[in-house]
């Protein structure tokens, strides 16, 4: 009896342990089907999305590192361009300071002669001014293709002015000696300090030979350029839009004494 319970208490057991068993391993199984079909079905689509964040976090730090690159490219060239302009200003600075220098120079400076020539593009005449200076005395005779026109002479100490007009053979003497001035070839332009400094910050300069001297050619603006010589910080030519004027046979401390024009055939009024 006992080995017959015990027999069927096995069987029981067996039974209930297969049914468990074979419960279990159903359950497992539907279990493990689930979630590989599961896996199979999510893992392209979870690839795709992980792919696709890791190539858009990868596109954005690319993007940050060109556009990263490209600004410190762009504040290179900003401050090599700034590096440029400064020594561009300073440069400009030291020629227009030297030429100032020898400007002073002939501040007081009563001895001295030059032709100014001028000429308007496209014309055949040719203008010419010759002028002398000694002390207290001038001389200016205005020219037109060689033939004499005007002559002025000034004695600012006697307060006397004489007037020749040689196609007429008239002349006029007038204690008047305003509206003549004999003065040096220089670049009044530079004298103010305020408005050298202006043309420092965007006047174009080179050097160039003119006439056999060397010079700075001074760009002050599109129509207008001065020559001026190295050496002596005299202007040797200006050159506008439609005319030039050069100054040529500049003459230094070579005058004798400025005669007063020998006015023998002139008909002469005061």
Request: aromatic letters at 8%; charged letters at 30%.
């Amino acid at each position: 009896m006992e080995e017959k319970n015990l027999q069927g208490k096995a069987s029981e057991t067996t039974v209930s342990a297969g049914k468990v068993g074979k419960s279990v391993t159903v359950s497992k199984k539907e279990k493990v089907n689930v979630v590989k079909n599961e896996e199979v079905k999510e893992q392209p689509i979870f690839r795709k999305v992980v792919t696709r964040q890791e190539d858009g976090k990868k596109k954005k730090k690319k993007e940050e590192t060109v556009f990263t690159q490209l600004v410190k490219a762009l504040l290179i060239v900003v401050i090599l361009l700034i590096i440029m302009y400064l020594i561009f200003f300073i440069r400009n600075t030291i020629i227009f300071n030297d030429i100032v220098a020898k400007m002073e120079r002939f501040t007081d400076f009563n001895n001295y002669s030059y032709e100014s020539i001028s000429r308007v593009n496209g014309s055949n005449d040719v203008t010419t001014i010759k002028c002398s200076k000694k002390d207290s005395v001038t001389l200016a005779e205005f020219m037109k293709n060689e033939e004499s026109l005007i002559i002025f002479w000034t004695d600012t100490q006697n307060q006397e002015k004489v007037v020749l007009y040689p196609e007429s053979n008239r002349a006029e003497i007038s204690n008047n000696t305003d509206g003549v001035v004999v003065a040096m070839p220089l670049m009044s332009e530079l004298e103010q300090g305020t408005v050298r400094a202006f043309l420092s910050l965007g006047t174009l300069i080179y050097s160039e030979t003119y006439n056999g001297r060397d010079c700075y050619v001074i760009e002050l603006d599109k129509e207008q350029k001065v020559w001026v010589d190295k050496e002596t910080g005299l202007v040797l030519r200006r050159e506008y839009t439609n005319n030039y004027i050069e100054y040529i046979n500049i003459q230094l401390n070579n005058n004798g004494e400025i005669s007063k024009p020998d006015l023998t055939g002139y008909v002469v009024t005061q």
